[in-house]
């Protein structure tokens, strides 16, 4: 008796493992969706920033664009790595060349609100406000 109890519990036990060690197939379409260049800008009335960011597949990301204050402008160019996961985006920048703006080491996680082909929105997880990037053709 005391095997098949054992028996049983270890069959519970390996599905549920497997289970929490993959994707689930939205958070999977999310990072297909979102395997596109996308485009960013705000503005303020000191500050500009533009970039675009691609996402890669195999969890590569890419930034470049530059920030505009008090009449300077400076590029940014920063990469990294980025997966989805229970329907958020999740970043880790690994090598930025103006850590003063975004640090080497810089992680995120940014509610995902929608992906369409044209729009990516989100939730910043920065200060809270929903943004909107645009897709690059």
Known sequence: MKILSFTLL??????????LETKSASDASLEQKLQHTWA????SKNLRIEAKTAYLPGGVMNLAGH????????????????????????????????PSIIPNGFTSGDKIVRVTDSEFTYISSADGKTVTEHRIR
């Open 67 to 98: 920030v505009s204050q008090n009449g300077q402008i400076k590029p940014v160019l920063a990469s990294g790595t980025w997966h989805v996961k229970d329907g958020y985006l999740y970043y880790t920048i690994t090598k930025s060349n103006l």
């Open 10 to 19: 270890i069959a519970a036990i390996i599905p549920a493992c497997t289970a």
């Open 40 to 43: 960013y800008r705000e503005s």
